[in-house]
């Protein structure tokens, strides 16, 4: 475990790797355009895997948009290691909820993975290994030379975790990673997802509509109200560090939070219809 | 019987079937017209036999290199300098919205120019020679090209931006194997249609100002009412158009295979 033999900086607690602050956005006209996101405050320490939850529509990629400055937002900030946002951070890798598309089907498996490597100065000899490490840790050394689509859907956002992976980001985002595959290929994944995070010693923030894997895969889940989203919660997941689908999800603990969880989306939802 | 094939056996089937129905009809049409014209004494429909010795002899043999060959040689380079062309500007302007909004009045007009209506000018400017072949081969080829190409850069996925974006590709291998790739079967498609094109720039502009080519030698056949001639030089621009197409589908093919292959899948 990452944890176990890594330095405080990938224990949760130290300086944050990423600070959101007061993050707002507002899609269309200033003032009458439709606000998204109302005055966010997330800290993520270092070697967290934080889980971000909410209803359908609360913004939550936009939330992960602006994170990855992919996104301008209207006011407020977001920082990591302490240097505002303004543009894709260095050492921040995303991975989409659409693999399908986020994968380029006219260059194999390997080529896409050794993509990302292609700026910086990294020897072709490094490069390779870089690529065939990553593959090897999602499971995929042996599909290198295929082509994305020649893949089952579970194998090709494997290979796009693999991309990020061999990026080496500080900081990989999720946004509903495992929302269109099956559900044991959704669990595979979502221990994958752990593993490489405590293998790589990862900071990771993912984004999902789902209450079980929020809490499951989650040091930390986030509630957010619907629109426009404000962090409603922060609940800390004393789970432990090593989750098993079977034991950690029958497990008492883990209902009293994920019914936590749970009741908080819920009121959010009747109070959105008692608004409406 | 066919149903209990294994898929193999009835696409090698399929095949054979459409390459004997290519093949069939060419033929069947071809004998059809020998027959009927085998005895003709009309002075504008010969025999076909008359025709196609007129073919070997005179195309094949004595104006190959003189004709034809120069001919194919205009037609390739306007063909390409259209292709480099219409890539270029159009992957800059698909790349540029404000660069494309500002030219657009002008590209829509410049291509709503038929092509048959600058060659008295562009004649006039150039003179009799290569340099005006080219010239107007490369205007009439390259809007499709262009347009195409604008369309398809225009068209990224969002999410291969993001990529793009997120990954810090640098420009050049964004452009090269991001952007392009993505954009190729709009360009393929505008470059099919440029070859038809390009096809009939050269010899229409053969027909008007030029000392040798296809075009110039069947205007020359019809003013000394060498009937033979003419038809046998519209049978090989026939046999070009078709042979240069095949090529191409060659080329597609190659081109396009992983597009193919993520349709395929995706059904």
């Known amino acids: 475990m990452g944890a176990e033999e890594g330095d405080d ?33 997330i800290d993520v320490g270092r070697g967290v895997f934080l889980s971000v939850v909410g209803p359908s529509g609360a913004g939550k990629t936009t939330l992960l948009r602006c994170i990855a400055g992919l996104l301008t ?23 989409f909820q659409d693999y399908s598309r986020s994968l380029m089907p006219w260059m194999s498996v390997r080529k896409n993975v050794e ?44 290979a796009a975790i693999a991309r990020a992976l061999a990026y080496r980001p500080e900081a990989l985002l999720m946004d509903e990673p495992f929302a269109s595959v099956d559900a044991q290929t959704r669990a595979d994944l979502e221990d994958l997802t752990r593993g490489v995070r405590d293998r790589f010693g990862m900071t990771v923030i993912l984004v999902t509509h789902d209450i079980d894997e929020a809490v499951y895969l989650g040091d930390e889940v986030v509630v957010l109200s619907g629109s426009p989203a404000r962090v409603r919660e922060r609940i800390t997941v004393d789970l432990g560090p090593d989750r098993d689908q079977l034991a950690t999800k029958s497990s008492p603990r883990f209902t009293e939070l994920r019914g936590r969880v749970l009741e908080l989306i819920r009121g959010e939802r009747q109070t959105l219809q008692g608004t409406a | 019987m066919v149903a209990k094939s294994p898929v193999v056996v009835r696409r090698v089937l399929a095949f054979a079937g459409d390459a004997a129905l290519e093949i069939v009809v060419p033929a069947g049409l071809v004998a059809l017209w020998w027959a009927a014209s085998e005895h003709s004494t009309s002075l504008y429909y010969p025999p076909l036999s008359t025709i196609l010795s007129t073919l070997r002899h005179f195309w ?33 302007l698909g790349l540029s919205p404000l660069l ?68 810090h590709l640098p420009a050049r291998v964004r452009l090269l194997r991001v952007t392009l790739p993505a954009a190729m079967p709009n360009i393929v498609a505008g470059v099919r249609t440029a070859i038809s094109i390009a096809i009939s720039v050269v010899i229409f502009s053969e027909l008007m100002g030029a000392t040798s080519g296809i075009g110039y030698q069947i205007l020359q056949a019809q003013d000394t009412f060498a009937i033979p001639q003419v038809w046998a030089g519209v049978i090989l621009l026939g046999i070009l158009g078709y042979l240069l197409n095949v090529a191409f589908r060659g080329v597609e093919h190659v081109l396009l295979r992983q597009h193919r292959g993520m349709r395929e899948t995706a059904r």
Do not use: C
């Open chain 1, 73 to 95: 937002a209207t006011s407020g900030s977001v920082e990591m290691n302490g240097v505002p946002v303004v543009k894709p951070p260095p050492s921040l890798a995303l991975v």
């Open chain 1, 9 to 41: 900086m990938t224990k949760p607690g130290g300086t944050p790797l990423l600070a959101v602050r007061r993050l707002t956005k507002r899609y269309g006209p200033e003032q009458s355009g439709t606000l998204v996101l109302d005055g966010l405050d």
């Open chain 2, 60 to 92: 094949l043999f004595a104006h190959f290199g003189s004709d034809a060959v120069p001919t194919l040689v205009h037609l390739a380079i306007g063909f390409l300098i259209a292709v480099g062309v219409g890539i270029a500007a159009g992957t800059l």
């Open chain 1, 115 to 158: 993509l990302p490597l292609l700026s910086a100065k990294i020897t072709r000899q490094e490069r390779r290994d870089r690529a065939q490490e990553a593959l090897a840790a999602v499971g995929l050394a042996g599909s290198a030379n295929h082509y994305p689509w020649q893949l089952s859907g579970g194998m090709q956002q494997r």
């Open chain 2, 100 to 167: 494309a909004e500002v030219v657009a009045p002008v590209l829509e007009f410049m291509r709503a120019v038929p092509v048959a209506a600058v060659l008295p000018a562009v004649l006039l400017v150039l003179g009799v020679g290569p340099a005006f072949q080219v010239t107007v081969i490369a205007f009439g080829a390259v809007w499709p090209v262009l347009l195409n190409t604008m369309d398809g850069v225009r068209a990224l996925d969002p999410i291969l931006d993001d990529v793009g974006r997120s990954f």
